[in-house]
């Protein structure tokens, strides 16, 4: 209240995101706890919903087991994989593309 017009002023306030205004249960200014100033204390109850924190999914590596390659059959197909993928991308290393300097 002011102390000469003896009119009610709202200084004090309480911050809500617009999405959370339906959280805010009550509000109240509690009057007796002032501190030499025209502000009081403002108390306020909340439905507050807390959430597990959400983990980052890991992305599916696939892990190369080198000890296979000491046994024979995963070694030539090994090779035979590599020698395919060889065959595909070398004209395109051999191209003349403007893009690729040299």
Not at 14 to 21: F, P, S, T
Not at 22 to 35: I, K, P, Q, S, W
Not at 67 to 86: I, P, V, Y
Request: one cysteine or more; charged letters at 30%; glycine letters at 2%.
């Amino acid at each position: 209240m002011h102390p000469r017009s003896k009119h009610w002023h709202l200084i004090d306030y309480v911050i809500v995101r617009c999405a959370d205004i339906n959280d805010v249960l009550l509000t109240r200014a509690m009057r007796g706890a002032e501190c030499c100033t025209g502000h009081c204390m403002i108390m306020t109850k909340l439905h507050i919903k807390v959430r597990s924190p959400q983990r980052l999914q890991k992305s599916s590596k696939r892990r190369l087991h080198c000890a296979q390659l000491r046994k024979a059959k995963a070694s030539d197909e090994f090779h035979c994989l590599t020698a395919e993928k060889q065959k595909v991308i070398e004209p395109l290393l051999r191209s003349e593309d403007p893009m690729v300097e040299k």
